[in-house]
């Protein structure tokens, strides 16, 4: 159908146009942005185990583990101190997000991404020649705000890049490499804690530059998405953008679409006024409670503390470590899962089936420790116990790196109209972040006091969003990002916060009926 967007299996529009060698390679370079919150996660829980480490910044914590004789299992590494200097990161990320959402409207996604990387750079630089606490916490904060800001940025570039149809695939490129951070994260740490003489602590963190040079260089070679150019006023070199990314000339229908949109956007002076509007309620909603239950699910417990994890239930040092390392490989080889299924089989399904298969994996290891442990902490767990309760964790966590690793980024950047998508992103960033600080300070802590119960606890959790999914998303796979309204107009709850006269296709205002028939 030439000149026009085709109806792609009743789910949406599908405008001309292939999966173009430029639009793929911008993409890779834009999800390298995840590289550098996927090594932080990574690598600052194997650090703050290195006693070099700890001697040298947290003496008093270094000594009160020595002096620990205590032989409940569930308490041994219960120190809120350190775990201040693991999640300071996050409040830092958490607040440059909203400063990012304006410079990613203002000046195009690309110049955040590039600030991000740079920032970053900063961070790794002083953390890797810190000589005292303030360097190590300053650049703590460096890499925060580095992190907000390539987080903000990142989904929504690639979600606009992406032809509608792909969009899942290229935008879980960013889940990738968070994942891919995490495991170059654990084997670096490996390595640098045999490292004699105790600087292996540097190593690790100095590494940080690896990732932010990549996110920095490659950003400066990025062009912006149509959709922020026209957004920006440049018409003309929009529409040339986007015969080069969708490889066709025969672009008219997506960009006066990309044009109506904009047209749109520009009525919306005050973008954090409007998000709180009625007919944006759903996408509000979205976007505030899928970072929550994301962090909630639990799965930052053992990105953060898996080596603590598996010493608590016995294993070695090294053997903690390595364990570590195993569930890296899963969660970067499970990510893969969603980028070959997720235009396919959609969203929906896959955080059902995710959702489910982290349920009772949680419950089977939540009763594994229990039955060993009981409520006393009192006991001792066999090797090959502890491997079967490694097995369930890997099981766990491929559960998460299909489901609701990936879809936690793809979704929220995907639902919300131009006008106010950067807005709505920076909510995104920072309720994961607050969740993500609350998670790393509190683990130990609950761990100490609700013992097993606290698997239990995050499986309750899961079950609550498996059923808010089945419930309140609908499927957005295939569907155009500027026709997103559609979506939620035709939902059972949602359709009702939306009016007829807020539905915009193609230039005009068509009421529901109208664009259900079109759809
Ligand atoms: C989450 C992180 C998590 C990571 C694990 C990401 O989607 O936002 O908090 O550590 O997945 O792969």
Known sequence: MAGGAVVAGGEGKEYPGK????VLLTCVVAATGGLIFGYDIGISGGVTSMDSFLRKFFPEVLSKEKANKSTNQYCTFDSPLLTIFTSSLYLAA???SFFASVVTRVFGRKWSMLGGGLIFLIGSALNGAAINVSMLIFGRIFLGIGIGFANQSVPLYLSEMAPARLRGMLNIGFQLMITIGIFAANVINYGTAKIEGGWGWRVSLALAAVPASIITIGSLFLPDTPNSLIERGHPEAAKEMLRRVRGTDDVYEEFSD??????????????WKNILKRKYRPQLTMTILIPFFQQLTGINVIMFYAPVLFKTIGFGDDASLMSAVITGVVNV????????????LGRRKLFLQGGTQMLISQAIVGTLI???FGTSGQGQIPKGYGYVVLFFICVYVAGFAWSWGPLGWLVPSEIFPLEIRSAGQSINVSVNMFFTFIIAQVFLTMLCHM???LFYFFAGWVLIMTIFIALFLPETKNVPIEEMISVWKAHWFWGKFIADEDIHVRGDHVGSADLHAKA
């Open 19 to 22: 999966l173009t060698l430029f």
């Open 94 to 96: 958490l607040v440059s």
């Open 258 to 271: 990309l044009v109506a949109a904009s047209e749109e956007s520009k009525m919306v002076k005050h973008p």
């Open 333 to 344: 080889v499970a990510t893969f899962v969603s980028i070959f299924t997720v235009d396919k």
């Open 370 to 372: 229990a039955i060993k």
């Open 451 to 453: 013992k097993f119960g």
